[in-house]
């Protein structure tokens, strides 16, 4: 990282204001939608500001929240409509940040606007989106009042293909058919999808019971019909999925009395169950025949699979001009650091003689075994500078993942900076991390990799490593952190650059595309816990066929990203730019986002980029998010205030995902990061906000903060974040540990007042907050490059309450030139840096 005016680091991020386009009090000509429909509220300020009062068409009566934030209105349309315009027409307490939101069942929401500094007043959104139920939710009140509002009107229309045309075939009769429980051999599960209402299956006399359908293929679902035997159920639920493990529950039934019932359903998904949770007799749930219909909007469901699309090159080793492929895309991408390209390398299993496959920008080099040997290349992978005179500072944006490698003389090089990680590696000789000629470097990520001959960093300033082997590594420059390596040196951080630990508590290796035969299929591995070296060849962890997947390709909005995840697919984000006009939204247990070749999400208009429910499970990797010129309040949000869950059995990892603000062109986003549910893994990100590009000044590219942890029991292993205008890093969560982090302070922080606050000069790179009572961390960098105002001498580079249950271990504050100074390491503890030389200050352990 050192002079970076050079530039090193990774930004992006996305974009939130939109303001509101003002016009006297409501007068569109047409009735609205909403006007005299069930109007709810998450709170009411008395009965004479109820709820209805807002949609009544009176502006002379309003409805009224309590006198906090964070408060909704919610109007119910009556049907599925096509939205194009909300009106609200404010009273004198009015929103000044709020969004307006649209959701098919009043349950999962979609963004169709944010709003940030509305003025009160009549506030008209134009807007579009299709559901039933559409809100108002308030993120910040303009007044010591409450929300309030005269009137909440909803434009646009019903009818026409939005409405329900149902299908009388019965999608389940004679399909293949499970159940948690059978009461006999005459009995079976198949019995009731057979068209036969003299033959039934019934279950076990407990509770809960289930009854499942496989109808061969996604489907839109309309109608369940239920034709209960004696023992019927009470309390059950009728559910979908894509895959027969993740359900989204379409219907919930408390207090059936049993005969035939029809249930109208809105959904899609491969497989249907009826899931009995209470009984209405002592034994057990029977039913002579469950029929499915299809059809609901005419919308078909979203199919899972397909081609990888046009910048997916796959190739065997009988490819011909094979390494005038790897030629040209490098030649197209090797200085292209902004550029729209995108590309990822497939190769099939087998050996791969004399190629030197060079990495450029925004291009990955994935094998597409299941282990590593798998895909042998007798050749190199290369990394250098030669574009940037032999300085390796700016070579972000890359990876190289699931191979072989016998090196051609021996070393294999990787001259990475940040965003390029080198994962599930075998290089069968030694790796050298330095550019030719040893020119500046500043990485960089290794995990689950075996390099069986020697590490050598030599100008790389730090480095991470996870739960790999090496058979030697010879120097360090400044921060050189590993665990679970094995042949890694010991910690002498006192006297030089190393941090090691025996095993890393909590690690779940990236998920990754492979081929079974000819059937792609992504593997997911298992979470490890005191992990030490590779996970391979054991691969302990679930394959997911590629059908299970919706691929992205450029073009898709973010409304079809939306209906394949709540159709209950996972998303494969094939190499492109992906411009979002809503949030995407990922609400189901579980899910995969996986992106190839450095795909790239850009929200327009100000909406954040991409929200995670607090669920279990979600894995997200391999994707960048780059902000728009529109501030976004959060461009990546996992979990949601206030979430509570235990995940620890199965925790959400956010994996190889990248954030940039500014660089590419204007970015505006006042957090990268908000990490809200608990136990979440981050392992590997470069949150970034751009020193160099376009789009950069103090106020051009502003972002106050890159990453925020609310939750606890949070893990980051091999953290970078970069360049803020605020705090880099915001922890408020118990129990958060960190092993390594990575940080310079904002170089362009015009002088020592924009960064003073509480009479500290200068905002922590790393803050706990003081009412943490547990945190501990291992192995932190903060660098400053003042380059606005080289006489700025800032406080610290890391600040934290002084209790038994803080712990941090090696931590270290340097002046790169000296382009400013830092006056202390910890809060007022440790040296002062001085001069130009770039000698750390250092501690080895706090309190």
């Known amino acids: 990282m050192r002079l970076r005016s050079l530039g090193v680091a990774l930004a992006a991020a996305a974009a939130l204001i939109a303001l509101p386009t003002t016009h006297p009090p409501a007068a569109a000509a047409e009735t609205p939608l909403s006007q005299g429909k069930s109007a709810t509220a998450s709170s009411e300020e008395n009965a004479g500001t109820a709820a209805a009062k807002g949609v009544d068409g009176d502006t002379g009566t309003r409805w009224s929240s309590a006198a906090t934030d964070d408060q909704w209105f919610q109007v119910d349309l009556g049907a599925t409509a096509s939205v194009t315009q909300v009106v609200l027409n404010w009273e004198t307490a009015y929103g000044k940040d709020y969004k307006v939101q649209i959701s098919k069942d009043g349950s999962a929401w979609t963004d169709l606007k944010s709003v940030t500094g509305s003025d009160g007043g009549a506030d008209t959104l134009d807007v579009s989106g299709q559901g039933r139920y559409v809100r108002m939710l308030g993120v910040h009140r303009a007044t010591q009042w409450g929300y309030s509002l005269w009137e909440f009107q909803v434009f646009g229309a019903t009818g026409g293909s939005t409405q329900p045309t149902c299908g009388t075939a019965n999608a389940a009769q004679g399909r293949p058919a499970t159940a948690s429980s059978t009461e006999n051999a005459g009995t079976p599960a198949s019995a009731a999808f057979d068209g036969n209402t003299g033959t039934r299956w019934s279950s076990q006399a407990s509770d809960p019971q289930w009854l499942q359908v496989d109808l061969g293929a996604a489907k839109d679902l309309c109608k369940v019909d239920l034709t209960w035997e004696t023992a019927y159920g009470k309390d059950f639920q009728i559910q979908a999925s894509a895959d027969g493990q993740s359900w989204n529950t379409l219907k919930s039934v408390d207090g059936a009395t049993g005969g035939t019932a029809s249930y109208d359903v809105s959904g899609s998904g491969r497989y249907v169950r009826i899931l009995g949770t209470a009984r209405g007799t002592g034994y057990g749930y029977s039913l002579w025949e469950v029929a499915v219909h299809t059809g609901g909007t005419g919308t078909p469901p979203i199919e899972g699979g397909g081609d990888l699309g ?216 298992a979470k490890r816990t005191n992990a030490r070296g590779v996970s391979w060849p054991a691969n302990a962890g679930t394959s997911l066929p590629l059908d299970q997947f919706y691929v992205v390709k450029p073009g898709a909005t973010a409304t079809t990203i939306n209906a394949a995840l709540a159709q209950g697919l996972n998303l494969l984000f094939t190499p492109g730019v992906y411009h979002l006009d809503r949030t995407i939204d990922v609400t189901r247990a579980n899910t995969v986002v996986l992106g190839l070749g450095l795909a790239t999400l850009i929200p327009d208009n100000g909406v954040d980029a991409m929200h995670v429910a607090d669920v279990d499970g979600v894995k997200l990797a391999g994707f960048l998010i780059d902000a728009g010129p529109v501030n976004s309040d959060t461009l990546l949000r996992i979990g949601a205030p206030g979430s509570g869950a235990d995940h620890s059995a199965n925790p959400t990892s956010m994996q190889d995902v990248f954030v940039r603000i500014g660089g590419a062109g204007p970015g505006l986003a006042t957090n990268s990061v908000v990490v809200d549910s608990n136990n979440v893994i981050i392992d590997h990100t470069w949150l970034w906000r751009a020193d160099h590009g376009t789009g950069v000044g103090w106020d051009t590219n502003r972002a106050d903060y890159g990453l925020r942890v609310n939750g606890n029991d949070v893990l980051a292993t091999g953290l970078f974040v970069e360049h803020f205008n605020k705090y880099d890093v915001y922890w408020s969560g118990e129990r958060g540990r960190t092993i390594f982090f990575q940080n310079e302070k904002a170089y362009d922080a015009p002088n020592a007042a924009a960064i003073t606050h509480d009479g500290i000069v200068g905002y922590a790179a790393y803050k706990v907050a003081d009412t943490v009572g547990t945190h501990e961390a291992w192995g932190l960098g903060s660098y400053c490059n003042y380059t606005s105002d080289p006489s700025i001498v800032q406080a610290h580079g890391f600040q934290v309450p002084t209790t038994t249950g803080i712990k941090m271990h090696d931590l270290l504050v340097i002046s790169l030139g000296g382009k400013g100074q830092y006056a202390h390491v910890v809060n007022s503890t440790g040296a002062a840096t001085s001069g130009t030389d770039t000698v750390p200050s250092k501690i080895t352990s706090f309190p």
């Not at 590696?425 to 001959?453: E, M």
Request: charged share 15%; hydrophobic share 30%.
């Open 310 to 525: 046009p910048n997916v090159i796959v190739v065997d080793p009988s490819t011909p001009n094979l390494q005038q492929k790897f030629d040209d895309v490098f030649k197209q991408q090797e200085s292209s650091q902004f550029g729209t390209g995108r590309y990822q390398f497939l190769l099939k299993p087998g050996t791969y003689n004399g190629v030197n496959a060079q990495i450029g920008f925004y291009t990955s080099i994935s094998g597409l075994g299941l282990n590593p040997d798998d895909t042998q290349i007798n050749g190199d992978v290369t990394v250098d500078a030669g574009w940037f005179n032999g300085n390796a500072t700016q070579n972000f944006w890359r990876s190289a993942e699931n191979l072989a490698i016998r090196p051609s003389h021996g070393d294999d090089r990787w001259a990475v900076a940040q965003a390029a990680p080198f994962r599930r590696i075998h290089v069968q000789g030694g790796l050298n991390l330095a550019p030719n000629g040893y020119g500046w470097a500043s990485g960089g990520y290794i995990a689950d990799s075996k390099i069986d001959g020697t590490v050598g960093p030599y100008s790389q300033q730090q480095w991470y490593t996870r739960d790999s082997s090496v058979g030697g590594w010879t120097n360090g420059v400044w921060n050189m952190t590993f665990s679970g390596v094995q042949g890694a040196p010991a910690t002498n951080f006192d006297s030089g650059p190393y941090t090691t630990l025996d095993t890393t508590p909590v690690s779940r290796e990236k998920p990754f595309l492979y081929l079974d035969g000819s059937t792609y299929k992504v593997f997911v591995p």
